[in-house]
């Protein structure tokens, strides 16, 4: 009986929630929606490219890893164990893909966006589950976004990175990221 109850009370919360708020940002940045172009390159760059466990040893490999690092921690467990090392691959990869001089102003625009909102919400999680923010206070949305466009971007991204450089890159692996 308890548990219906309770199912009860969340159904109707969850009828209060405007989950529109979710893609406010992503909106603005105008990558609402959109849908990967690239998957057959980034599949064969994380199976030819990507070890099973651990870092590459090669750029193209480890820029792919880390987004779908991003990407897991924020979807599966909504940035709740956010850290340095995921904060370090936001710099890292806006460094990278901004700086590789592939890309348009507006592209670099869009890039630098996606990665500074995935930043804020996992700094705004680690915040949370640090207890700096409480259950009260805590903005569901702001925690994690779950939704695939901003990653598929990014992905499509770092896919057309690897075909303007198909030969692996030297990546030099880092002592201190264990993610």
């Known amino acids: 009986m308890n548990n219906t109850k309770e199912l009860e009370n969340f159904t109707i919360n969850d009828d209060k929630i405007d989950w529109s708020k979710q893609y406010e940002v ?3 940045i105008g990558v609402r929606g959109y849908l990967q172009i690239h998957f057959e390159e980034c599949k064969y760059i994380w199976r030819k490219m990507v070890p099973e466990s651990g ?13 779908v690092k991003l990407r897991n921690e924020a979807i599966n467990n909504g940035n709740i164990n ?10 890292f990869l806006k460094e ?6 592939l890309f348009d102003e ?5 890039i630098k966006m996606i990665l500074d909102y995935i ?35 990014l992905e499509d991204a770092i896919a057309e990175y690897y075909l303007t450089n198909t030969i692996p890159i030297p990546y030099e692996i880092k002592d201190f990221i264990y993610r």
Request: charged share 30%; proline share 0%; hydrophobic share 35%.
């Open 26 to 28: 992503v909106e603005k």
């Open 55 to 67: 870092q590459a040893d090669n750029l193209q490999g480890e820029i792919l890893r880390m987004i």
């Open 82 to 91: 956010w850290d340095d090392n995921f904060e370090w691959f936001c710099n």
């Open 96 to 101: 990278n893909l901004v700086s590789c001089g």
């Open 106 to 110: 507006e592209k670099i625009i869009k």
């Open 119 to 153: 930043k804020d919400n996992g700094n705004y999680a680690r915040k949370y589950a640090n207890g700096e923010i409480t259950d009260n206070q805590v903005d569901i949305f702001k925690l994690a976004y779950t939704d695939d466009d901003i990653y598929d971007y």
